[in-house]
């Protein structure tokens, strides 16, 4: 598997004995008949075939091939005659410089695995009984095997300090203090995280406000805003007005959200407000990473404010959501949405539904579950209805579409019968509309995982119900990831998970991506920054997470076990590719 595209330039090529008429399909090179330039991709996914021509003494002269990404890191070589009859070849890939390539070839010979790949010169040789194909090649920019957790960085011991350095100057020692409970983004390139509960440079455990900025073209950290220290008040300001004065107060378990434009926002979570007070909160904030100000944009600056409805639909100065924890949020161009969450007190899931008017700051009510159980109404799977409606729940995983569509997975709450169990539904909310559809999963909490074959997506396969996962959408909004959290994994009990998952919308299918099919799985971190196929991030629940583009993951922190197998924060930083 490659990490970027590369170039693959082919110097020359030379066929002897060459039967007319074979077919030749290759994942690594593509071959054509002569002065055709021709361009494909390496992986075995995507083979391609081109008929080779000409005897033993042809040779072709090909253009560049550029060559992009697919599934696996399988070479498979496949001969059809004209005859119709199939014979097996074997690939090798060798070179004077050993640092450049080493394939291994199966043992059935109908396949050869990369171990290794680096900028340089090589030679390809493709053998059968009936001709050898040789292509001396120069690797003009370096592969990484895919689908590898590489270990990046950070301590392998829990509950460590960070390293701030200079408040908005990136350096290589920086890093965040181990932490968990973490609000995240991506933005331009970059991923932020801010928060959470962990450690600040000195002190001890507590909750934070430090933002962080961190660039992977690099693997260096910026500290952005906020305080080094833990449990620091929060600076208000004036309500719709941005300043860099301004930080929200230090908290755990906010929601958050991203908009179209990058700007990061923020609201509630158990924290301090602006006296210094400690309690749960429902402010609302927005930074924008192009002039790194907060702004506060609803709700109370004190703590433990009390929920008000209001008028269905209307928005009014006086309504609010209430202090919470643990939501579901989204932001489009207009307004921010806001669903369930968990008050102060054991089991104080919600299913109450809002709107934030982001030019004025105001609130509306727009819909609450009635049922005396707090079930939800799921209708017909993959069918919008006006009376489909989920049930109430609390950390799960959320993403933002695009600027009509919302989507929302599991947590901890209830399903149509109302019990409270981990749950593995899928919702989908077009704002168009207004209407809910439930797209996977089941209607009742508790349900095992279905993982199926790693790597490959099946209408079958689902996660298991599940809460405190870590979860991240790409940038088109088509893709959702999932690691971890406390639930099930296939073989059934409650448990800690360490399981990725990716989650298509055009497919409406789940693929499980890596991890094991059980729980409690200790890490293992391998040399830093080399992937490896026995790399684990272990189990992890409450971590910052990141999906820059399609298949590729960054992690850092959470809740796990160290190098010394204690439970603790965690301050690590891992990329899945």
């Given at each position: 598997?490659v990490?970027?595209?590369?170039?693959?330039i082919?110097?020359h090529?030379?066929f002897?004995?060459?039967?007319?008429?074979?077919?030749l399909?290759?994942?690594l090179?593509?071959?054509?008949c002569?002065?055709?330039?021709?361009?494909?991709?390496?992986?075995?996914?995507k083979?391609?075939?081109?008929f080779?021509?000409g005897d033993?003494?042809?040779?072709?002269?090909?253009?560049?091939?550029?060559?992009g990404?697919?599934d696996?890191?399988?070479l498979y070589f496949l001969?059809?005659?004209?005859?119709g009859?199939?014979?097996?070849?074997?690939?090798?890939w060798s070179?004077?410089?050993?640092?450049?390539?080493?394939?291994?070839?199966?043992v059935?010979?109908?396949?050869?695995q990369?171990?290794a790949?680096s900028?340089?010169?090589?030679?390809?040789t493709?053998?059968?009984?009936?001709?050898?194909?040789q292509l001396?090649?120069?690797?003009?920019a370096?592969?990484t095997q895919q689908n590898?957790w590489?270990?990046?960085?950070?301590?392998?011991l829990?509950?460590?300090f960070?390293?701030?350095?200079?408040?908005g100057?990136?350096?290589?020692?920086?890093?965040?203090?181990?932490?968990?409970?973490?609000a995240?983004?991506?933005?331009g390139?970059?991923?932020?995280?801010?928060?959470?509960s962990g450690?600040g440079?000195?002190?001890?455990?507590g909750?934070?406000?430090d933002?962080w900025?961190f660039n992977?073209s690099?693997?260096q950290?910026?500290w952005i805003?906020?305080?080094?220290e833990?449990?620091?008040s929060g600076?208000?300001?004036v309500l719709?007005?941005?300043?860099t004065s301004?930080?929200?107060?230090?908290?755990?378990?906010?929601?958050?959200?991203?908009?179209?434009?990058?700007?990061?926002?923020?609201?509630?979570?158990?924290?301090?407000?602006?006296?210094g007070n400690?309690?749960?909160?429902d402010?609302?904030w927005?930074?924008?990473?192009t002039?790194?100000?907060w702004t506060?944009?609803?709700?109370?600056n004190?703590?433990?404010?009390?929920r008000?409805?209001?008028?269905?639909?209307?928005e009014?100065?006086?309504?609010?959501?209430g202090?919470r924890?643990?939501g579901?949020?989204?932001?489009n161009?207009t307004?921010?949405?806001?669903f369930?969450g968990?008050?102060?007190?054991a089991?104080?899931w919600?299913a109450?539904?809002?709107?934030l008017n982001?030019s004025?700051?105001?609130w509306a009510h727009?819909a609450?579950?009635?049922?005396?159980?707090?079930?939800g109404s799921?209708?017909?799977?993959g069918?919008?209805?006006?009376?489909n409606?989920?049930?109430?729940?609390?950390a799960?995983?959320y993403?933002?579409?695009?600027?009509?569509t919302f989507w929302?997975?599991?947590?901890?709450?209830?399903?149509e019968?109302?019990s409270?169990?981990?749950l593995n539904?899928?919702?989908?909310?077009d704002?168009s509309?207004?209407?809910?559809?439930w797209?996977t999963?089941s209607?009742?909490?508790?349900?095992?995982?279905v993982?199926?074959?790693?790597?490959v997506?099946d209408?079958?396969?689902?996660?298991?119900?599940?809460?405190?996962?870590s979860?991240?959408?790409?940038?088109?909004?088509?893709?959702l990831?999932l690691l971890?959290?406390?639930?099930?994994?296939?073989?059934g009990?409650e448990?800690?998970l360490n399981?990725?998952?990716?989650y298509?919308?055009?497919?409406?299918q789940w693929?499980?991506?890596?991890g094991?099919d059980g729980?409690g799985?200790?890490?293992?971190?391998?040399?830093?920054?080399?992937?490896?196929?026995?790399?684990?991030?272990?189990?992890?629940?409450?971590g910052?997470?990141?999906?820059?583009?399609t298949?590729?993951?960054?992690?850092?922190?959470?809740?796990?076990r160290?190098e010394?197998?204690n439970?603790g924060?965690?301050?690590d930083l891992?990329r899945y590719y």
């Open positions: 598997m990490e970027r595209q590369i170039l693959v082919l110097k090529t030379i002897s004995g060459c039967t007319k008429g074979i077919i399909f290759f994942a090179a593509i071959l054509g002569k002065n055709s330039p021709l361009s494909g991709e390496f992986g075995g996914s083979l391609k075939s081109v080779l021509s033993s003494s042809g040779s072709a002269e090909m253009s560049s091939i550029s060559l990404s697919s696996n890191s399988v001969l059809e005659k004209e005859d009859s199939k014979e097996n070849g074997m690939a090798t070179s004077s410089d050993t640092g450049v390539a080493t394939v291994t070839p199966l059935n010979g109908e396949s050869a990369v171990s790949i900028v340089g010169t090589a030679t390809i493709a053998e059968s009984s009936e001709f050898s194909v001396t090649v120069t690797v003009v370096a592969l590898f590489t270990w990046l960085g950070g301590s392998k829990r509950n460590q960070g390293n701030y350095g200079t408040r100057v990136e350096s290589p020692s920086n890093f965040p203090g181990a932490r968990k409970w973490i995240h983004w991506y933005s390139g970059h991923y932020y995280l801010f928060g959470g450690y440079e000195s002190t001890g455990v909750r934070l406000n933002l900025r992977p690099n693997n950290w910026t805003s906020g305080d080094k833990v449990n620091a600076t208000y300001g719709l007005t941005p300043s301004n930080t929200p107060g230090a908290r755990n378990d906010p929601t958050f959200s991203q908009d179209a434009s990058g700007n990061f926002w923020l609201m509630g979570g158990s924290g301090l407000d602006s006296l400690s309690g749960y909160l402010d609302v927005r930074f924008n990473p002039t790194s100000e506060w944009m609803g709700g109370a004190l703590r433990n404010s009390v008000n409805f209001g008028t269905v639909n209307v009014d100065p006086a309504n609010t959501p202090a924890i643990c579901n949020m989204w932001v161009s307004h921010l949405y806001l369930g968990s008050f102060s007190g089991f104080q919600q109450d539904f809002w709107r982001l004025t700051g105001e727009l609450q579950q009635t049922g005396t159980n707090g079930g799921y209708g017909i799977q069918v919008s209805n006006a009376s409606y989920p049930g109430k729940r609390y799960g995983a993403w933002t579409q695009d600027n009509n929302m997975w599991g947590g901890e709450g209830t399903g019968n109302g409270d169990h981990y539904d899928l919702w989908k909310y704002v509309t207004g209407n809910w559809t797209m999963g209607k009742i909490g508790g349900a095992q995982a993982l199926g074959t790693k790597l997506s209408s079958a396969n689902t996660p298991g119900g599940a809460t405190v996962t979860f991240a959408a790409d940038p088109t909004g088509s893709n990831y971890g959290g406390w639930g099930r994994a296939s073989s009990g448990q800690h399981i990725l998952y990716k298509n919308t055009s497919s409406n693929t499980w991506m890596a094991n729980g799985a200790q890490p293992a971190w391998g040399a830093l920054d080399e992937p490896a196929a026995s790399n684990n991030a272990g189990y992890r629940e409450n910052a997470m990141w999906a820059p583009e298949d590729k993951i960054y992690y850092f922190g959470g809740d796990s160290d010394l197998t439970t924060r965690m301050s891992w």
